[in-house]
């Protein structure tokens, strides 16, 4: 796969997940599918699907393939666009997942 562009909600993302002190991996392969950041330690993906949005059909399908797989677990999809919007998306999800640990 050639290398992309990101986009501004990617790189927000990833600012994000970097700060954090959170090891991720963009543009993670699961032929055939590529999702745009996968956290291994929390077999969490998630996506950036932005404004622009996806395919419902396709992303419950690809996300189902992905969670049978039984490498990925959660998969996220972060419509927020705005720097605070996408942080406090972020920042509820993972606190979840930090509460159903407990």
Same mark, same amino acid.
């Given at each position: ?19 954090? *002190? &959170? ?7 699961? $032929? $055939?599918? /590529? ?6 330690? &929390? ?6 699907? *932005?404004?622009?949005?996806? +395919?419902? /059909? ?11 797989? *039984?490498?990925? &677990?959660?998969?996220?999809?972060? #419509?927020? /666009? /705005? #720097? *605070?919007?996408? #942080? ?7 606190? #979840? &997942?930090?509460? +159903?640990?407990?």
């Amino acid at each position: 796969m050639l290398p992309r562009d990101h986009t501004a909600q990617e790189n927000i993302i990833e600012g994000y997940l970097s700060e954090w *002190g &959170l090891r991720y991996e963009m543009q993670a392969s699961f $032929p $055939p599918y /590529t999702v745009d950041f996968l956290i291994p330690e &929390l077999n969490m993906v998630i996506e950036a699907d *932005g404004v622009y949005g996806h +395919l419902q /059909t396709k992303d419950r399908i690809r996300d189902r393939k992905l969670i049978e797989s *039984g490498e990925v &677990l959660i998969v996220l999809h972060c #419509k927020e /666009t /705005t #720097k *605070g919007k996408i #942080k406090e998306f972020l920042w509820r999800e993972l606190n #979840k &997942l930090e509460s +159903l640990n407990k």
